[in-house]
């Protein structure tokens, strides 16, 4: 892990960080973790790591809570409409017989991606670009668990509407190996699957949107006919959970 400096103020605001990742040349396995006011050196910095900080950091989480998101074992199903059905704290996405953090799949992202892409670029079209619009939506989802075989998809949809798109594992996905360069902030909208079908914020989601949520407008995590989404409005942040069944509900 390494630290940056980025300029000598107290607001790590949005000008600061677009030109930071606009000019961000780091090494191929380092990533931006966090941007914030260190006390200390007084003014805004980068914190870098590479895979080996991320590594360290997994052991660690997996050392001081044997359910921490790194560890696998099934997830309760969580009561509908209570709170803890957003969040679970560190309790883990199932999937039987697989390691969740195993990274494979030999398809090309020019396949699993055209769909997202062609959808969006209808949109921006149309002057439909919402980041929720269901079909743009749906094309997420059908990458995630028919495209490919059950894993996670991520998507950032910038300022200017540009897409950032990564695949993981069953059960985690980061942006490692992409080129970030041009992305613009704040950020329209992060999305991103949970295959296995369940829509809540994982402990691993959660540090991210604590991270980041000062340069996001939103974030969807994607399940099984059903959605959760977190947004800004009017200087309020709000919970949106969004579940659909084509068979009708039990009133």
């Not at 359910?67 to 883990?92: H, M, R």
């Not at 390691?99 to 439909?128: H, M, T």
Request: glycine fraction near 6%.
């Amino acid at each position: 892990m390494r630290i940056e400096k980025i300029e000598k103020c107290k607001d790590p605001n949005d000008e600061i960080a677009d030109a930071f990742l606009d000019n961000f040349e780091g090494n191929d396995d380092e990533f931006i973790y966090d941007i914030y006011y260190d006390k200390e050196m007084d003014c805004v910095v980068a914190e870098i790591w590479n895979e080996e900080d991320e590594a360290e950091e997994n052991f660690l989480v997996a050392e001081s809570n044997p359910y921490s998101a790194f560890v696998q074992t099934q997830l309760i199903n969580p009561k509908s409409g209570d709170l803890d059905s957003f969040f679970k704290g560190n309790e883990l996405k199932f999937a039987e017989g697989t390691n969740l953090n195993e990274r494979y799949c030999d398809i090309a992202p020019e396949v699993w991606q055209k769909e997202i892409k062609e959808i969006w670029k209808s949109l921006l079209f149309r002057g439909e670009d919402n980041p929720r619009n269901p079909r743009f939506l749906e094309a997420i989802w059908h990458a995630s668990t028919v495209i490919l075989p059950k894993l996670e998809v991520s998507v950032i949809v910038d300022r200017d509407g540009k897409l950032f798109l990564n695949r993981g594992s069953p059960g985690f996905v980061d942006y490692r190996g992409v080129n970030l360069q041009g992305m613009k902030i704040p950020l329209q909208s992060w999305i991103h699957t949970h295959p296995f079908g369940m829509a809540f914020w994982s402990g691993t989601d959660r540090n991210t949107l604590r991270n980041w949520k000062f340069m996001l407008e939103e974030a969807t995590v994607l399940g099984n006919g059903e959605r959760l989404t977190w947004v800004k409005e009017n200087d309020k942040e709000v919970m949106i959970k969004t579940v659909e069944k084509e068979e009708g509900f039990d009133l």
